[in-house]
């Protein structure tokens, strides 16, 4: 069968070629940087803030909203006294009696020059995102020496802590839905253990199949740019 394809058709066949080789490649160093880049956002709109940079720590925080409630009482501080406030510290600070139910209001506290500025999303997604990047290159290092995941263990290990601890604090504050469960609000310490079992888990899990995902699309993508180029050569 004659190659009808036109010599610019091919070149762009060929460039696609390159873009794929390259993505199944450098697939994990890729990740890696994408996430680094989307959680280091919401650091650096409280550095923003205390430098006086205002207007691009206020397009953060308002982006990074659309992914979580921003909670001040739920969030650390960066430059200010403590790296986290209870929500009583917060009301004797702002001189405020606005309760945890008051969602819209703590989401719009930032801090300021005492209190320091807080990040732009909570301390648990802070804690996964952080512990999905550590995942990343720790078995990336490790590739196929890595032991697979049973999704029971994920389940129980993984993801219940922080689906009780979770369900628990937001059923009972502030939702206070459920009067026959004590109020349950959690430490810093508590969200960020149970985001990092969730964030690793969550990594580990599906990391063997997208590995070898990319190692059975690389190949693919390899057989296909030498054709495209041997093709090319021949013309």
């Known amino acids: 069968m004659t190659d009808t394809l036109s010599p610019r058709t091919r070149r762009f066949i060929i460039l696609v070629?390159?873009?794929?080789?390259?993505i199944t490649q450098h697939w994990l160093a890729l990740a890696v940087i994408s996430?680094?880049?989307?959680?280091g956002l919401p650091i650096l709109a409280?550095?923003?803030?205390?430098?006086?940079?205002?207007?691009?720590?206020?397009v953060i925080y308002r982006v990074y909203s659309l992914t979580c409630h921003q909670l001040a009482y739920r969030s650390f501080f960066f430059f200010g006294a403590q790296s986290a406030y209870t929500i009583d510290e917060l009301q004797h600070a702002l001189g405020v009696t606005n309760d945890a139910a008051d969602a819209f209001f703590w989401r719009q506290v930032i801090g300021d020059a005492h209190l320091g500025y807080k990040m732009a999303w909570c301390e648990r997604d802070a804690a996964i995102y952080a512990a999905m990047i550590?995942?990343?290159?720790?078995?990336?290092?490790?590739?196929?020496?890595?032991?697979?995941?049973?999704?029971?263990?994920?389940?129980?290990?993984?993801?219940?802590?922080?689906?009780?601890?979770?369900?628990?604090?937001?059923?009972?504050?502030?939702?206070?839905?459920v009067p026959f469960?004590?109020?349950?609000?959690?430490?810093?310490?508590?969200?960020?253990?149970?985001?990092?079992?969730?964030?690793?888990g969550s990594v580990w899990l599906v990391f063997p199949y997208i590995a070898?995902?990319?190692?059975?699309?690389?190949?693919?993508?390899?057989?296909?740019?030498?054709?495209?180029?041997?093709?090319?050569?021949l013309d």
């Open 17 to 22: 070629d390159r873009v794929v080789l390259f």
């Open 181 to 200: 469960l004590p109020v349950h609000e959690s430490t810093a310490l508590d969200r960020v253990v149970t985001g990092a079992l969730f964030g690793v």
């Open 212 to 233: 070898e995902a990319m190692r059975d699309a690389y190949k693919d993508a390899r057989y296909q740019y030498e054709r495209a180029r041997e093709r090319e050569r």
């Open 35 to 39: 996430l680094t880049i989307f959680s």
């Open 46 to 58: 409280p550095i923003l803030m205390h430098a006086g940079i205002t207007a691009p720590a206020d």
């Open 134 to 177: 550590l995942a990343f290159i720790v078995l990336g290092l490790l590739q196929e020496r890595a032991p697979r995941l049973d999704w029971r263990v994920y389940l129980f290990l993984f993801v219940l802590p922080m689906a009780v601890d979770g369900a628990w604090q937001l059923l009972t504050s502030p939702l206070h839905i």
